[in-house]
């Protein structure tokens, strides 16, 4: 039987964390501040993509390929050009698992109710949120989309 000591436990450890899939998750929002924040928050836990409003967001689903796991779109509602429920209604047709989280500084219950029905998001975070309740989040919609994933192929 073999003995580790905590350190060559946690070295063990971060081998295995390199073995696990690394999601893609793509952050959209007009404001550079906020694409910060939120990139700073995720980047350590997985590959995340940055578009600054939802044309250019649909731009990245369309050129990303098939073999790349997009779990996550984390979007702000409003933005000029294209703002996140529209986003969301396209992203539901072009990447149906992918798991949707909205973001919004304005408490507003027709978003909420758009997001939800129209969008069909998974969560609804209102800024401003601390970066556990975004990381928190996140992951809730990565387990969402790999659940989704596996009864996809199994059917």
Partial sequence: MAVFSTKNLAQLQAGLDLALPRYSVLIVD???SNLSVMASVLRDHFHV????DGLEAIGII???GATDKLACIVSDYRMPRMGGVDLFIEAKRLV???SRIMVSGYIDVD???DSINLGGICKFIV??????QLLDAVHFAIQQFETMSKTSVAS
């Fill in 30 to 32: 007009d404001k550079e």
């Fill in 49 to 52: 993509l940055e578009a600054r």
């Fill in 62 to 64: 369309n050129s990303i």
């Fill in 96 to 98: 149906p698992l992918t």
């Fill in 111 to 113: 978003a909420v109710i």
């Fill in 127 to 132: 800024k401003p949120y601390d970066s556990q």
